[in-house]
Structures are given as structure tokens and as C-alpha cells.
């Protein structure tokens, strides 16, 4: 069992920044990958950015330049840097763990909502 606590949402101004951040209950040595979706209301979940095995990194086209992960290995923990948001990126961002044992754990959520 994984469990996953998410901080750091917010109200911000389009072209405003926020951090989320994501502590695991365990090493996130342990985990094939990790990172974050969000599901904006009415559509459904998507990625937005990852780290798999050997610290690979992916995004979403959506999100290439402006938000960047990175992860705090000696405190389990994963950020989401978000920079110059958008109306668009309004959504409950989800923290996210897969292991090939065990499979998926989910966070809580945490709400991001971008002002226009």
C-alpha cells in the first residue's frame, strides 16, 4: 500500500505560477513511475507529466515549456512546477504511482484554478 499526500493548489492570475508537491509513503525508488494527471470538469482524466524508469521525463503537449517535475528522492516526494498558467489548465490535479507488483495508487487531488 502507497499512500500519496498532494499540497500546494490554489486561485491564481493566467500567467501564474504554482508548485504542487506530492509526498509518498514510501521511496519513490520504488515505483516504475510517478507524476500527475488532472481531470478539468466535464472531460475526462489525462496525463500531464511523468517520470519513468532510469528519470525519464514526459509531458503533455499542452504543458511542454511551461511546467516542468522533478522529485526530492531523499524525501519521497514529486513537484510539478506549473508557470504561465492558463484558464485551460483549470483542473483537480492528481498524483500518481505504478508499480508492476501492484500497480496504480492515486492521491486526494488538489484543485488548481486559473483566473482569467
Known amino acids: 500500500q502507497v499512500q500519496l499526500v498532494e499540497s500546494g493548489g490554489g486561485l491564481v492570475q493566467t500567467g501564474g505560477s504554482l508548485r504542487l508537491s506530492c509526498a509518498a509513503s514510501?521511496?519513490?525508488?520504488?515505483?516504475?513511475?510517478i507524476g500527475w494527471h488532472r481531470q478539468a470538469a466535464g472531460k475526462e482524466r489525462e496525463l500531464v507529466a511523468a517520470?519513468?524508469?532510469?528519470?525519464?521525463?514526459n509531458y503533455a503537449d499542452s504543458v511542454k515549456g511551461r511546467f516542468t517535475i522533478s522529485s526530492a528522492n531523499a524525501k519521497n516526494t514529486v513537484y510539478l512546477q506549473m508557470n504561465s498558467l492558463k484558464p485551460e489548465d483549470t483542473a483537480v490535479y492528481y498524483c500518481?504511482?505504478?508499480?508492476?507488483?501492484?500497480?496504480?495508487?492515486w492521491g486526494q487531488g488538489t484543485q488548481v484554478t486559473v483566473s482569467s
Open positions: 500518481y504511482v505504478y508499480t508492476t507488483l501492484s500497480g496504480d495508487y
Open positions: 514510501r521511496s519513490i525508488f520504488s515505483f516504475n513511475a
Open positions: 517520470i519513468t524508469g532510469g528519470g525519464r521525463t
